[in-house]
Structure formats: structure tokens, C-alpha cells
């Protein structure tokens, strides 16, 4: 379990650029790496690392299955391959991840980027949201959904020294800067603030969203958690929440069905928490084309809407 993180709301940047920055300036220092797109390489940011290393980047064209089974034998050739597309694309190849890179145990990193509502006016069928419950049940997988730009480039150095398949999940809009990290652990998440007896735990795109509505909620003194990796989640730090509060509020830019709330209510669920959990999040339907701000406000996930649903449970 981390301890509490000073956080700092500035310097704003989609995670999609942190990932591009990152591959970048890694693959001077890891000449292994090798980076796959699918026809979106401005949007994935991957072309960053195209200019810089053309000779080790592949442009497969809108092909994603064929992207990650040669994803796939790249890496089983000592290589460390990264293919890139949109969260809702990749997913979608569940087939392909399933067997040629979680089954064959293919050293293999997906990033999904435009993940969620957040995306905005492209609409539905390009917002990622199932892609965390369409793979968190693949063994040996690990997801990673970062918060800002520092969660980020450490995810994506995670990535690269982690031997076994990896899925950053990454936003189109722009995050606040909310951490200084320097001790990132795959599994661990950020204590943004510690409370009494409610928590507020996002992922992502929704952490900033659970930090607004901490300060709205002062008098209550909410938990602020950062939960970075969905899988591994961190069962420490969800059996420390449980034996402090009596409510906790998860929620994500995703489905709930199978997404963070469904991982932490596992959890809770084995602890035998008497307490209150309440999923926020896209509830089981498909998104829309709108402004990211708006569409969070709709669908319930807001800084505001989460605070009116603390308001509604504890008077």
C-alpha cells in the first residue's frame, strides 16, 4: 500500500501523449522494443516512435488481429513488441489476444487508447468501454489505467521491463498532472488522501473526478485512492478501506459490469464487508457522441454527480 501522495493539479496531457513520449525516449535506452500500429499511429501517439526508429516500427494497416499475432512472434524472438490501437479496436480482437498472447504467454503490451466517454464527439463505437472486463479475465494479463502524465511514463517503463502481457489503457482528453512519482508499483495503488469512514476510488480518467468531489465532501473527510492497476488490484489497500469506512464509492469511466467496481467489490465480498459500495460508471449501455465533461455529468460519474450520490447515502 502507498502512502498518501501530495497530489498537484497542473500541467495538462492526455495519457495517449505520455505513452507516445515515453516509447519514444525509451527506445533509445531498450533497443528491443518494437512498436505495431493499426492505421492510427497519430492518434496512438506511436508515431513518435516512428520518426525516431523507423527501421523498428510496423504499420500493419486496419488489420488489428494480424497486428497482435505478429505482435505475438515478435516477441518470441527476444523482442518486445507494443501494438497500439483504440481500446474499443483491440478488444475487440478478444480471440486473437486470448490465445496467441495470453495463452502462449507472449510477452506482448496492448495499449487502447481513446478509452472511455472521454473520447467525446467520435462516439460510441469508438469509446472503449468494456475493454477492462473483456480482459482482466485472461490469465497472466495486467491492466494498467493511469491517471496523468507521471503514472503513465512509469506504467509504460513497468511495461517494458515486465516480462508477460501488459494493457494500458489510455485517455484522448486531457488530465491534470496529480502525482510526482517516482516509486510506481504494478499493484499498488495511490492514497491521494486519507479519511474516516467514506472512500472515493477511480481509475484513470475519474481520479481527478473523485479528488473534486473530495473537496466538495470536505466535512466528511473522504479517502481519495488512485487505483492505477485493475489487475493485480490491491487487496491491502482495499482491506484497509473496508475496516475504516462504511461507505465506498468507486467509479470509472468504463461498463461497471466487469470493470473497477466489479474488482473491488470481489473483494470486499471475500472480506465480508457489512459497509455500502456504490458503482459509478457507464451502467450497462453504450455511450454517445458529446463533450467529455457533459457525457460525465450524464452519466453519472461527474465530480458533481458523485458527490450528490455521497449527499444521497449519508444525508
Request: hydrophobic content about 40%; glycine content about 10%.
Amino acid at each position: 500500500m502507498s502512502a498518501p501522495s501530495t497530489p498537484s493539479t497542473s500541467k495538462e496531457k492526455a495519457t495517449r501523449d505520455s505513452f507516445g513520449e515515453a516509447i519514444r525516449d525509451l527506445g533509445k535506452e531498450f533497443s528491443k522494443i518494437v512498436v505495431l500500429d493499426a492505421d492510427l499511429s497519430v492518434s496512438t501517439k506511436s508515431i513518435l516512435f516512428a520518426k525516431e526508429f523507423p527501421e523498428r516500427f510496423f504499420q500493419m494497416g486496419i488489420a488489428e488481429s494480424n497486428m497482435i499475432g505478429t505482435a505475438a512472434g515478435l516477441s518470441f524472438t527476444g523482442l518486445i513488441p507494443f501494438c497500439c490501437s483504440f481500446g474499443a479496436f483491440v478488444a475487440g480482437r478478444y480471440e486473437t489476444i486470448r490465445v496467441s498472447v495470453g495463452y502462449s504467454k507472449a510477452n506482448v503490451k496492448i495499449i487502447g487508447t481513446h478509452s472511455g466517454l472521454g473520447i467525446g464527439d467520435d462516439g460510441y463505437t469508438q469509446m472503449g468501454l468494456e475493454d477492462i472486463n473483456v480482459l482482466r479475465g485472461i490469465p497472466g494479463m495486467i491492466l494498467i489505467n493511469p491517471s496523468d502524465d507521471a503514472t503513465t511514463r512509469a506504467a509504460v517503463r513497468f511495461a517494458v521491463t515486465h516480462e508477460g502481457p501488459v494493457y494500458l489503457r489510455l485517455t484522448r482528453q486531457k488530465l491534470p498532472s496529480l502525482h510526482q512519482i517516482t516509486d510506481f508499483q504494478c499493484g499498488r495503488g495511490i492514497i491521494l488522501k486519507e479519511g474516516k469512514d467514506l472512500a472515493l476510488i477511480g481509475t484513470g480518467s475519474t481520479v481527478i473526478e473523485c479528488l473534486k468531489a473530495s473537496q466538495t465532501l470536505s466535512k466528511l473527510n473522504p479517502w481519495v485512492i488512485d487505483i492505477h492497476t485493475i489487475k493485480p488490484i490491491d487487496r491491502a489497500l482495499i482491506k484497509t478501506l473496508a475496516r475504516n469506512c462504511k461507505h465506498i464509492i468507486t467509479a470509472e469511466d468504463h461498463n461497471v459490469v466487469g470493470g473497477l467496481g466489479t474488482a473491488v467489490s470481489e473483494v470486499l465480498a471475500e472480506e465480508g464487508w457489512a459497509g455500502k459500495l456504490v458503482r459509478l460508471g457507464v451502467q450497462d449501455t453504450y455511450g454517445e457522441s458529446g463533450a467529455p465533461d457533459e457525457l460525465y455529468e450524464k452519466y453519472g460519474f461527474s465530480a458533481n454527480k458523485i458527490t450528490q450520490k455521497v449527499m444521497s447515502l449519508v444525508g
